[in-house]
DNA sequence: TTGATATATATCGATAGTCGTACTATGATA
DNA sequence: TATCATAGTACGACTATCGATATATATCAA
């Protein structure tokens, strides 16, 4: 699962939020570092829908502007789950390897890859 | 960065690797979970070296087969580091919010995307 | 009142990384 | 002698994301 993806389901596991909820929230929730264009947006909660990931939770009409809800199912509360679970076992195993490395080049820098 | 791609940071972070090495190392590494197509292997090593993350390390002939070797390079590293972290913190997020709503769950089955 | 910014969604062509498959070739094993 | 593991090359197909454009309302500043 790419990085938008996950950002999308992590944002609506904090509850129901429409398209342009979840851009602001994503964006907050990854400190800035994630901004969802729209076009990905719109295509990734069209996508996660037909998976059933997502469900579609209401249109509203606020401010004379629509507003479409989504929300979180619970397949793609596991989904997020295992997802993460992923992630952060990939981030350990590479930052183990790192420090090993890092150990190797304070002792031999010359040779550190070998 | 997509998974692949980080597989063959991760596996050259241990030493000097040659591209079939990388593939079992990588597959090993993610406990099975992660198999290099050879096609994705050959053209991310090829795009990390543009990049400058990784770098040729002569070739070998061993056993009338050719060995192409390759080693991380210290943006490689860092590359891979800032990575890792980036990872770590994006499932530490998710996790967060799966605990709170699994909480809320617990307490209001039906309204818990509310 | 004109322009800029924020909110909110729709749509679509281009791009990039990965996948899938086929191919060549050697050495070891059954 | 057939199959499997090793090792690399090549290329078309796929798909999520990007980047841009369009539409529309509300608000605020110049």
């Known amino acids: 699962m790419r990085e938008p993806t996950f950002f999308v389901l992590a944002s ?9 909820g979840i851009i ?13 264009k729209v076009g990905t947006l719109y295509a990734a909660l069209d996508r996660l829908q037909l998976e059933g990931l997502v469900v579609a939770a209401g249109d509203e009409i606020v401010a004379g502007r629509l507003r479409r809800y989504f929300e979180l199912t619970e397949p793609g509360a596991t ?3 295992v997802e993460s679970e992923r992630q952060a076992s990939n981030a350990r195993r590479a930052t183990d390897r790192l420090n090993k490395r890092a150990a ?6 010359k040779a550190a890859t070998a």
Chains 1, 2 share one sequence.
Do not use: F, N
């Not at 609506?12 to 429409?18: I, P, S």
């Not at 602001?24 to 969802?36: F, N, P, T």
């Not at 190797?104 to 820098?109: K, T």
């Open 12 to 20: 609506l596991a904090d509850g129901r939020k429409h398209g342009y």
């Open 79 to 81: 989904t997020l789950a």
């Open 104 to 109: 190797r080049v304070v002792a031999s820098p």
């Open 24 to 36: 602001k929230d994503a964006e907050e929730l990854s400190d800035g570092r994630v901004r969802l």
